[in-house]
């Protein structure tokens, strides 16, 4: 098999690139193996100087490695800048807080003396998805490389270019061999290497279709795993927000990347007071978006990434208008090269809709009226996912009050839904499980592990044994 690095704004093929072969999977996994023994026993101030150059490394080299994330699956190119400035502050982040984070922590007990320690688990299998190419790629090497694991990464098939760049970027600055790597590879290949003992953990960003997957062959040999699966976020306004904000945050959250984002608002459920006002200023800026080649600086909205997901969001939109819904602007691809589709905006969207109850990956919009604050939620709510959620009201105890009941992994007050290395980011129900980023993110691979000191304190209030 071989792998075709298209570039969606053309749709024609720049490079070609070879799948491994089983030799050299094995080679790699040995090799990943060999260096976790020798990676585990360096010091956080070792680890933290080499992710800090890599940091260097991606801002010395921004310019050429924009360029290929956008040439590869056609995120603007603006979009694709700030993307390697993130990688390069979530590296600089945890190479200043890893220790921290890892420190042993004291704890109470019949014990002389009991802490909780946090070590390494081996060689971590990261299935990596192509929208956000280099970040989701660093969010999860930044922690497990700091945290002593080393990682073998499995990118994305249109992106192979991306995945041998990134390895690149840690060879580059003097990581040991076989700390991190990268194989091209098919899906099918993956199972094989989840049941391999080398590989110690599993870390999938993707599908639920592709998280269910990985999550049955990593249960069949009992191999911790995290999944940051797919979203339908919901962005909530209330009556009493800043509606001019509000929907300017609302396009961005919306068409940012395209439209090709886990988090990326997809429903706009509006209280019916501003819902008016709110969708016609929405209408105006996404008319107002400048599509066009991503390689400009003044693109807001590029190519979908490749045509079949194009096919997808057309036979989703299709088949909400046959249920009911209004395209209110929008609704077609572009008669030029490569995927593009104008940015989409549809009403009177009800929740029995693909646009409501399915992920729409790409620029389409569902804006949905809700008589009062109780159904907004109860809207939000009736999701199989639950990664992301805004909430826009003036009143923000209110809004503290209903974060509690909304169903997802993050909320976000009168702002958009993002991810940041302080803060916690992953979802529940079929947006997956485990987190990553924050001190939670890098203890998600770590074996946490309680060490006891006799002898003991007390003879009189022993605990039962098990």
């Given amino acids: ?109 019949f014990a002389t003396n009991s802490y909780v320690a946090f070590d390494p688990l081996g060689p971590i299998l990261a299935v990596m998805p192509w929208n956000f190419p280099f970040w989701q790629v660093f969010r999860f090497a930044s922690t497990a490389l700091m945290a002593g694991n080393t990682g073998i990464l499995k990118h994305a098939s ?23 790597q990268s194989l091209l590879i098919s899906s099918g290949k993956v199972q094989g290497i989840i049941e391999d003992d080398r590989i110690r953990a599993i870390t999938l960003t993707g599908s639920d279709f592709a998280g269910s997957k990985v ?17 339908s ?18 396009v961005n959250a919306r068409y940012q990347n395209t439209g090709q984002s886990c988090i990326a608002a997809k429903r706009f459920i509006v209280e019916q007071p501003v819902a008016e006002e709110f969708t016609a200023r929405f209408i105006d800026l996404a008319q107002k978006l400048r599509v066009d080649d991503p390689m400009k600086q003044e693109t807001e909205v590029g190519p979908l990434a490749r045509d079949d997901l194009r096919k997808d969001l057309e036979d989703q939109l299709q088949r909400s208008v046959e249920k009911g819904a209004t395209v209110a602007t929008g609704g077609h691809r572009l008669e030029r090269g ?42 939000a709510n009736q999701s199989q996912y639950g990664l992301g959620a805004a909430l826009w009201t003036r009143d923000i105890e209110l809004g503290r009050r209903w974060a509690r009941e909304i169903e997802s992994g993050n909320v976000f007050i009168n702002g958009m839904v993002a991810s940041d290395p302080r803060l916690p980011f992953g979802g529940v129900k079929r947006s997956g499980y485990g987190r990553e980023l924050s001190d939670y993110g890098i203890r998600e691979f770590v074996n946490i592990k309680t060490v006891w000191i006799g002898p003991q304190k007390s003879q009189t209030q022993q605990p039962a044994a098990e």
């Fill in 233 to 250: 976020d919901p962005f909530i306004v209330l009556a009493d927000a800043d509606v001019e904000a509000a929907a300017a945050t609302a």
């Fill in 338 to 379: 490569g995927y593009f589709f104008e940015p989409t905006v549809v009403t009177n969207v009800t929740p029995d809709m693909p646009v409501f109850n399915e992920e729409t990956f790409g620029p389409v919009a569902a804006i949905i009226p809700a008589a009062n604050v109780e159904e907004a939620v109860s809207l």
């Fill in 1 to 109: 098999m071989a792998f075709e690095s298209i570039n969606p704004a053309t749709g024609e093929v720049e490079a070609t690139l070879d799948e491994h072969t089983p030799e050299q999977i094995e080679k790699a996994l040995a090799t990943a193996w060999e260096a976790f023994q020798q990676w585990r026993k360096t010091s956080f101030e070792e680890r933290g100087r080499l992710m800090k150059a890599a940091a260097a490394n991606l801002r010395a080299n921004k310019d050429k490695i924009a360029a290929l994330m956008t040439a590869e699956m056609g995120k603007p190119i603006r979009q694709s800048e700030a993307e390697v400035e993130k990688c390069a502050w979530c590296c600089e982040f945890y190479a200043d807080n890893a220790a921290g984070f890892l420190a042993d922590e004291e704890k109470p007990s």
């Fill in 158 to 180: 249109n992106v192979p270019r991306c995945a041998l760049a990134i390895e690149a970027v840690f060879t580059e600055v003097g990581f040991p061999k076989g700390v991190f």
């Fill in 215 to 231: 999550a049955e062959a990593s249960g069949r040999v009992l191999k911790k795993n995290v999944l940051e699966l797919g979203g």
